[in-house]
T-cell receptor, first 117, second 111 residues
Framework: EPEVTQTPSHQVTQMGQEVILRCVPI?????FYWYRQILGQKVEFLVS????????KSEIFDDQFSVERPDGSNFTLKIRSTKLEDSAMYFC???????????????FGPGTRLTVL | GQQVMQIPQYQHVQEGEDFTTYCNSS?????IQWYKQRPGGHPVFLIQ?????EVKKQKRLTFQFGEAKKNSSLHITATQTTDVGTYFC???????????FGQGTILTVHP
């Protein structure tokens, strides 16, 4: 069964450092998302990406964040200068076409746990 | 912006008892989705409800979408220990693909 993969599984960084979180969405999917989940809290939408551009972003997704699809398979989230409050689990998700066999289902990756010290 | 509230935050049940979690959106939704997250895991899609008043069943799980498309519920009949986890509702409004998650209900099942 196809799945979304994410690397690394755990990233520890110093405050102020840049981090890049990587995701490989399901191959024929067209819509890509990043969410984050602070420990013990709900899943929060960060950004959606379609046709090589951002479709929508939340207020969390400020100038310190950026996304990129550098090639046909990877989808990355970059945090330019990490803050302590960026510590969270970051989930990538992908989805196929609306009306496709899986409807609007979003497939989540296993997540990257980011710890900012 | 759109907010999705979910109650209760925690539910402890004995195995065999029923469980229900409720979800309420501040705005009308195009659809609502339910996800389950096991401890240490990632959200896994359970179901999507699109139509007003829709009811869907998956074995012991029953999902409902309100007539106004602003609230939803998940009911589990005769819980089992394998049901443990956090159940999230996630509403999709007018922005395609942007899911607004509820706070989740953490279900604990005691054998």
């Amino acid at each position: 069964e196809p799945e979304v993969t994410q690397t690394p599984s755990h990233q520890v960084t110093q405050m102020g450092q840049e981090v890049i979180l990587r995701c490989v969405p399901i191959s024929n999917h067209l819509y890509f998302y990043w969410y984050r989940q602070i420990l013990g809290q709900k899943v929060e939408f960060l950004v959606s990406f379609y046709n090589n551009e951002i479709s929508e972003k939340s207020e969390i997704f400020d100038d310190q964040f950026s996304v990129e699809r550098p090639d046909g398979s990877n989808f990355t989230l970059k945090i330019r200068s990490t803050k302590l409050e960026d510590s969270a689990m970051y989930f990538c998700a992908s989805r196929g076409l609306a009306g496709g066999p899986f409807g609007n289902e979003q497939f989540f990756g296993p997540g990257t746990r980011l710890t900012v010290l | 912006g759109q907010q999705v509230m979910q109650i209760p935050q925690y539910q402890h049940v004995q195995e065999g008892e029923d469980f229900t979690t409720y979800c309420n959106s501040s705005t009308t939704l195009s659809n609502i989705q339910w996800y389950k997250q096991r401890p240490g895991g990632h959200p896994v899609f359970l179901i999507q409800l699109v139509k007003s008043g829709e009811v869907k069943k998956q074995k012991r799980l029953t999902f409902q979408f309100g007539e106004a498309k602003k609230n939803s519920s998940l009911h589990i009949t005769a819980t089992q220990t394998t049901d443990v986890g956090t159940y999230f509702c996630a509403g999709e409004g007018t922005s395609y693909g942007k899911l607004t998650f509820g706070q989740g209900t953490i279900l604990t099942v005691h054998p």
